[in-house]
């Protein structure tokens, strides 16, 4: 079977930025797994707040999280008292002072993580998936998709056998490194069993 390689890891140091930008010498597995437990706490913390992605900055013992979402206001609160209650919490568990910088998706259609986890809160809500694979490729492509493609895999439906489905629309090249390619992976744990969704989303030439 023809492996894929990882669209946003493919064009890192090429047209794409990191998402963790940091150096360590010394203690690289030790602060690299201390990246590791903060994307997956914020996640779980912010699991409703459509996060896009996580840029964790580092700099001596100072840390600055960028936060990507669609709805900044949810974060941020009522006169910042989100942010504020996500610091006091942050410093509980990791013991480090941090700040926090939230900015807001434009355009949420045309993020592979929104999609991906929309599709995953949908199928949690019992709807079909190919409603779902459709009303997110559609959306996609009406806020200027150049393509999209969208992979379920999992038992379907509540299926006894466990199949993959996918949905393709205009053109995805995966192999063009000029093309701007956004790729996320989410997973609906649903009573079936876990449902893996995988989306690629063409946006065009960097």
Not at 8 to 21: I, M, S
Not at 142 to 153: D, E, L, P, Y
Not at 165 to 170: A, I, K
Request: with cysteine.
């Amino acid at each position: 079977m023809g492996q894929k390689v990882h669209p946003v890891g493919f064009r890192l140091g090429v047209f794409e930025d990191w998402r963790a930008r940091w150096f360590s010498k010394k203690s690289y597995g030790k602060e690299l797994l201390e990246d590791l437990a903060i994307r997956k706490y914020l996640k779980s913390v912010l699991n409703f707040e459509d996060i896009d992605k996580i840029v964790i900055e580092k700099a001596g013992d100072n840390i600055r999280i960028i936060l990507h979402s669609s709805r900044p206001g949810f974060i941020i609160g009522k006169k910042g008292m989100g942010i504020e209650k996500l610091k006091s919490d942050f410093y509980n568990k990791f013991k480090k002072n941090v700040e926090f910088s939230v900015q807001e998706v434009k355009n949420p259609d045309l993020s592979a993580a929104i999609l991906a986890k929309s599709i995953a809160d949908q199928l949690l809500k019992r709807v079909s998936f190919k409603r779902a694979m459709k009303k997110a490729g559609f959306a996609a492509m009406k806020s200027g998709a150049k393509g999209i493609k969208v992979c379920c895999a999992g038992r379907l439906g509540g299926a006894e056998i466990a199949r993959t489905e996918w949905l393709r629309l205009g053109s995805v090249p995966l192999h063009t490194l000029r093309s701007n390619i956004d790729y996320s992976l989410a997973e609906a744990k649903t009573t079936y069993g876990i449902i893996g969704i995988k989306v690629w989303v063409c946006k065009g030439s960097y």
